[in-house]
């Protein structure tokens, strides 16, 4: 069947293209299939089927129930032509008599569909298709020709679009490999210029690496000679100052503090407690205190107060003393402010401050609650000083100052030699109007800290000495390691200038 497709569609081909094809009629001998007696098809194509089914090229109607589907086919090879039986129900005749296979025509021959079927006339002829018009045979061949065989120049269609694709496909993904080929081939061009690009930068700079190391590693020796020479002057001067500061601790007191001290002195200032001023419940009252002298405070070299706590924070816990009723009032909800002024001896420096404006470590203190009668319930705090909270401090805006060092006041070794300077006795045993600090000595008892405080011998802790500085030299330069705080059992008590 797939032959017999194939020489009808390739002779249909031909047919359109205009080669001269051999052709035969069949003539209508009794009307059928809408053709009137007399009519005749002309067939243009080698293979050719007669019945009922839509794919026949001689196609019958309903009106002939007695044709087959497939009844009978009309076959030309060479010079030969016969007729086939196709039916197994309905008998095809020539000429009256059945043919069982197949039956060679010959001119004229009487073709019958059945015993009561259409009848149809075999005629050969002379003329081929090529002096037929195009629309002729375009309409020949469509239906004996492509309509019959629609489904099998679809699947050829199918498969030649296919074949098409697949082609096109297979032509897209070699072309795909050659521009990705071709890429690569540029990728490799590209890398192996950038690695030649590379290593050329890359002795470059290892030349300009190579000349700068040489310039460093010299800049470096240079650097490093310099501060060979710097470090051994450093070194000796340290041996100089410290062969000066024990020359000056082996002397004793043969050592002429007198100079030391000068300009030392106008960094130590006299405290004077002028007012109280208390008020509570809406009442207010002042104490005016004399401005009497009470302690030291001194001037460090940033331009920070220092002095005592105990020598601000007045505090009492003793009975009938305005210092007592202070404590209550300021504990139990009211306010109780100490005035206080600090002076140089030369008059240069002085200033006024209360008590609430220093920076001072309260943590130590236990507070006592107390009954105030009528039901009310108040405090009382308790001060304790000896356990190195005994500092106090504040800002200022001046400048100038006296030299000191946290470190090394908590680590000052027994024996080490100490002065101090402040207002012994207050102004008891001075002249009117002469305001000198007092100047003593002293010693390191006990090596490092202990209870918060340094431990000494002979420190002057004397009344009005209190909150004053204490002195060691250091690298032959008079240091302040420390604040005057009181005296135990001949052991004198000195708050370290590192405790805060």
């Known amino acids: 069947m797939a032959n017999k497709a194939t020489r009808s569609l390739t002779a249909g081909m031909k047919v359109l293209g205009g080669v001269n094809t051999p052709t035969f009629t069949l003539e209508y001998l009794s009307p059928a299939n809408g053709k009137q ?12 089927e007669l019945g009922r089914d839509r794919s026949c090229g001689i196609r019958f ?10 009844h009978a086919a009309i076959e030309r090879k060479g010079n030969e032509t016969y007729i086939l039986n196709l039916s197994t129900s309905n008998p095809t005749l020539v000429n009256g008599r059945p043919v069982n296979e197949r039956y060679f025509l010959n001119n004229g021959d009487e073709i019958q569909l059945s015993l009561e079927g259409p009848r149809l006339r075999y005629n050969t002829t002379k003329q081929g298709t090529a002096k037929m018009g195009f629309t002729s045979r375009m309409n020949l061949v469509m239906q004996q020709s492509i309509r019959p065989y629609r489904t099998a120049v679809i699947a050829i269609s199918m498969v030649l679009l296919l074949s098409i694709g697949v082609a096109g496909f297979l032509i897209y993904n070699m072309q795909q490999t050659l521009v990705e080929q071709e890429n690569l081939i540029a990728l490799q061009a590209e890398i192996t210029q950038s690695q030649a690009d590379s290593l050329a930068a890359l002795n470059a700079r290892n030349v300009d690496l190579s000349s700068r190391f040489a ?29 000066q500061s024990e020359r000056l601790l082996a002397s004793g007191g043969n050592v002429n503090f007198a100079d030391i001290i000068d300009p030392l002195k106008g960094y130590v200032l006299a405290l004077r407690l002028h007012r109280l001023d208390m008020s509570f419940g ?19 070299q940033d331009g920070i107060f220092v002095t005592a706590r105990h020598c601000i924070d007045l505090y009492d816990l003793e009975e009938d003393s305005p210092f007592a009723e202070a404590n209550i009032i300021e504990h139990s909800g009211g306010s109780a402010t100490f005035h206080f002024t600090a002076e140089s001896y030369d008059g240069a420096i002085r200033f006024s401050f209360t008590n609430k404006e220093l920076e001072a ?3 130590q203190d236990p507070m006592h609650r107390i009954d105030l009668g009528s039901g009310n319930q108040g405090a009382v705090r308790e001060t304790r000083f000896f ?6 401090y504040m800002q200022t ?10 470190p090394l006041s908590r680590e000052l070794r027994n024996g080490t030699d100490l002065f101090v300077l402040g207002y012994s006795y207050g102004e008891r045993l001075r002249s009117s109007g002469n305001l000198e600090p007092y100047f003593s000595t002293a010693k390191v008892a006990l090596s490092g800290i202990e209870d918060g405080v340094i431990q000494a011998a002979e420190a002057g802790s004397d009344g009005g000495n209190s909150g004053g500085p204490v002195f060691t030299l250091h690298n032959g330069e008079a240091t302040v390691i420390g604040i005057v705080t009181g005296a135990y059992a001949k052991i004198d008590y000195i708050t370290p200038i590192g405790n805060f």
């Open 37 to 48: 007696q007399g009519a005749f098809e002309t067939i243009v194509v080698p293979y050719v």
């Open 61 to 70: 109607g309903d009106d002939t129930p007695t044709v087959s589907r497939k």
């Open 215 to 243: 310039t460093t590693q010299q800049a470096f020796e240079r650097e490093r000679a310099r501060r060979e020479q710097e470090r051994a002057q450093m070194e000796s001067t340290i041996d100089e100052l410290r062969e």
């Open 282 to 300: 809406g009442s207010e009252e002042s104490y005016d205190l004399g401005g009497q002298l009470m302690c030291t405070g001194f001037l460090m």
């Open 361 to 363: 470590d309260f943590s």
């Open 387 to 392: 356990s190195g909270a005994d500092w106090a």
């Open 397 to 406: 805006p001046l400048s100038g100052g006296l030299a000191y060092n946290k």
